[in-house]
């Protein structure tokens, strides 16, 4: 299983990115994914996660910022980030779980500049 994620950068606060992560080598469309996120010096925390049913949750930091969306078709997993601020950057990572196995991707690093 390969989950690459990609789309990070920099950016100034306020404006917006789309995060994307490729899945592989999985059962995409029976798979729970999410995204999390780690700031230096802080612990890795849940930022979004979309269901096989297309149930989502936000951390309480980005509800009406983030939206996470996926593409089945794809094996795409999507975090479309706007409204930007300087406590959002952190590396980004993509997450997939499916019948009890875990799977992380590499990261990607989203840098918001004040």
């Known amino acids: 299983v390969q989950l690459q994620a990609f789309g990070g950068g920099l950016v100034q606060a306020g404006g917006s990115l789309r995060l994307s992560c490729a899945a592989s080598?999985?059962?995409?469309?029976?798979?729970?994914v999410a995204w999390y996120r780690q700031a230096p010096g802080k612990q890795r925390e849940l930022v979004a996660s979309i269901t096989k049913i297309i149930s989502t949750k936000y951390a309480n930091s980005v509800k009406g910022r983030f939206t996470i969306s996926r593409d089945n078709a794809k094996k795409t997993l999507y975090l479309q980030m706007n409204s930007l601020k300087p406590e959002d950057t952190a590396v980004y990572y993509c997450?997939?779980?499916?019948?009890?196995?875990?799977?992380w991707g590499q990261g990607t690093l989203v840098t918001v500049s004040s």
């Open positions: 080598g999985i059962i995409f469309s029976s798979t729970s």
């Open positions: 997450y997939a779980e499916r019948i009890g196995n875990k799977y």
